[in-house]
T-cell receptor, first 113, second 112 residues
Framework: IAGITQAPTSQILAAGRRMTLRCTQD?????MYWYRQDLGLGLRLIHY???????GKGEVPDGYSVSRANTDDFPLTLASAVPSQTSVYFC????????????FGPGTRLTVL | GENVEQHPSTLSVQEGDSAVIKCTYS??????FPWYKQELGKRPQLIID?????GEKKDQRIAVTLNKTAKHFSLHITETQPEDSAVYFC???????????FGPGTRLSVLP
């Protein structure tokens, strides 16, 4: 059992390019989340999904989009990357939106030049 | 919306001493307060949590206390060990995952 995985591990991207960060979990969790982590700001929620087919906006959704076609996958897309999106991105999942524990993926370090 | 502050931002203690990290929150409706530990280059992992109907919770060397009136909660680590060195994040939420708001983190260094 892999738990929750993310790809790529790291990426350097030119500004203006499109990029999709992948997240997959095999725990059959209904809820999934995307956070960005910046020094001094902790973790900030970008988007979330209660269950397959539904998504919602978090604290910092601008410039990002998500989809949830099935239970296992929750990709995050940057349509046109900007330098301010340089960050470490963590995907997380929980059994449901009312579950306590969130399990985090290993993270993706994204640099936008 | 909810705002979570965390102090101190960095903390150094001698091995064997205790460490205390404090967080304050703004929304009195928040009812769940987890603490996450993140080692260098690793993912955050839940270490302990507390709900608003409980004042204190312990798990071996780790404890969390909650003061709802003052809207603050604290992480206490006793008999610190070098492997406790990490960044610790507190969070508060009204409705679990949808509204998780994290503090900015505390970098704890346990000196041998």
């Amino acid at each position: 059992i892999a738990g929750i995985t993310q790809a790529p591990t790291s990426q350097i991207l030119a500004a203006g390019r499109r990029m999709t960060l992948r997240c997959t979990q095999d725990m059959r969790h209904n809820a999934m989340y995307w956070y960005r982590q910046d020094l001094g700001l902790g973790l900030r929620l970008i988007h979330y999904s209660n269950t397959a087919g539904t998504t919602g906006k978090g604290e910092v959704p601008d410039g990002y989009s998500v989809s949830r076609a099935n239970t296992d996958d929750f990709p995050l897309t940057l349509a046109s990357a900007v330098p301010s999106q340089t960050s470490v991105y963590f995907c997380a999942s929980s059994e449901s939106m009312t579950s306590d524990t969130q399990y985090f993926g290993p993270g993706t370090r994204l640099t936008v030049l | 919306g909810e705002n979570v502050e965390q102090h101190p931002s960095t903390l150094s203690v001698q091995e064997g001493d205790s460490a205390v990290i404090k967080c304050t929150y703004s929304d009195s409706a928040s009812n769940y307060f987890p603490w996450y530990k993140q080692e260098l280059g690793k993912r955050p992992q839940l270490i302990i949590d507390i709900r608003s109907n409980v004042g204190e919770k312990k798990d071996q060397r780790i404890a969390v206390t909650l003061n709802k009136t003052a809207k603050h909660f604290s992480l206490h680590i006793t008999e610190t060990q070098p492997e406790d060195s990490a960044v610790y994040f507190c969070a508060a939420t009204i409705n679990y995952g949808q509204n998780f708001v994290f503090g900015p983190g505390t970098r704890l260094s346990v000196l041998p």
